[in-house]
């Protein structure tokens, strides 16, 4: 069957699934490209929902992929606003959930990404409970915010992940009152561990943000609709005039799992299982983004990431599994975060427990310093923090898997690349 009698559908318009269309379309594919997303939005970068975007930095055109107009250009087929609620894989046919329409698929990927986790407690379904992982939602909070630090209002968050610590220097730099609730003993402990939590607490501690370690929201307390307070299992009451529920996401695997695809066990992220081709149990059917759950060689586990970079390069690396080319899909992890004057990136995967030392170069006090996870003296993941240009050298010793002279790792007279010659 050659190309233009093949019809190659997408399901889910992020990052994830238009980086996928417009690879199958620069790799020169002329069949059919269906890309079906359930916002009626076109596909957009979710980082700046929490970042630029969100402080009123970036304008809302910024964040879309590509511009409107370069869908129809490049012939590709794309449905806003509209669901996929069943595969069925011997017909090789997706079904529209909103008015039943059948398309027949050649090769399917999924990239329906992830959705907030909800907190599970009364007051949930008031006015003034957020979450953050759309437009829409960024578009609502920014105007909550703008208005809380007007008023001098009080934002509560559940969760010091990254989302949860974006907000909150949004939030202070609007002006809001903001408090900060973790059951963890420092923000980013599953990410950072303790080392590099504490970096954090400070930094945001510095800027006004009050945290309460080592509890969970238990209660929303409301009147007349409204946020009125948060309560926390230890019995104390936190003003609150609006809460965002920062507390992760979860894989939206609702449509492969109906289709019998083989689903990631849970106690390792869950997601769809993917081969190193990024292709499913089925071989027609691949995902990418935050659903794909794949055996990563360098960390000789499995792995599912939600953060841009993985969506930006996974989609690619799918769409051309998805044309026949050799595919080896073993991209060190990678993300970054902007909060006040603090920038950093990370790279790698180092959970608290599989690492057993953190090595420093550089100046924590400063706020200008690289921290390497280090595991008998290979380097697991490495942060920068407010020094740039180190990211392909960092990735380049994780990749090296040699074992390294703590002291030279930690001397910034050292060059980073003859550290890994």
Known sequence: ???????????????????????????????????????????????PLSKGYLLGKEERDSVFVHEPAWYAQNDIELHLGQTVDAIDREAKTVHFGDDGTLVHYDKLLLATGAEPRRLNIPGTDLAGVHHLRRLAHAERLKGVLGALGRDNGHLVIAGAGWIGLEVAAAAREYGAEVTVVEPEPTPLHAVLGPELGNLFAELHSEHGVRFRFGVRLAEIVGQDGMVLAARTDDGEEHPAHDVLAAIGAAPRTGLAEAAGLEIADRAQG??????????????????????????????????RVEHWANALNGGPAAARAMLGREVTYDRVPYFFSDQYDVGMEYSGWAPPGSYDEVVIRGDVGKRHFIAFWTKEGRVLAGMNVNVWDVTERIQSLIRARTALDPEALADPGVPLEDLSA
């Not at 238009?18 to 970068?45: N, Q, S």
């Not at 993917?274 to 499913?280: A, G, I, K, M, P």
């Open 1 to 47: 069957m050659v190309d233009a009698d093949q019809t190659f559908v997408i399901v889910g318009g992020g990052l994830a699934g238009a980086k996928a269309a417009e690879t199958l379309r620069a790799e020169g594919f002329t069949g059919r490209v269906i890309l079906i997303c359930d916002e009626r939005d076109h596909p957009y970068e979710r980082p």
């Open 270 to 303: 869950g997601g769809i299982v993917v081969d190193e081709r990024l292709r499913t149990s089925d071989p027609d059917i691949y995902a990418a983004g935050d659903i794909a759950s794949f055996h990563h060689p360098l960390f000789g586990t499995r792995l």
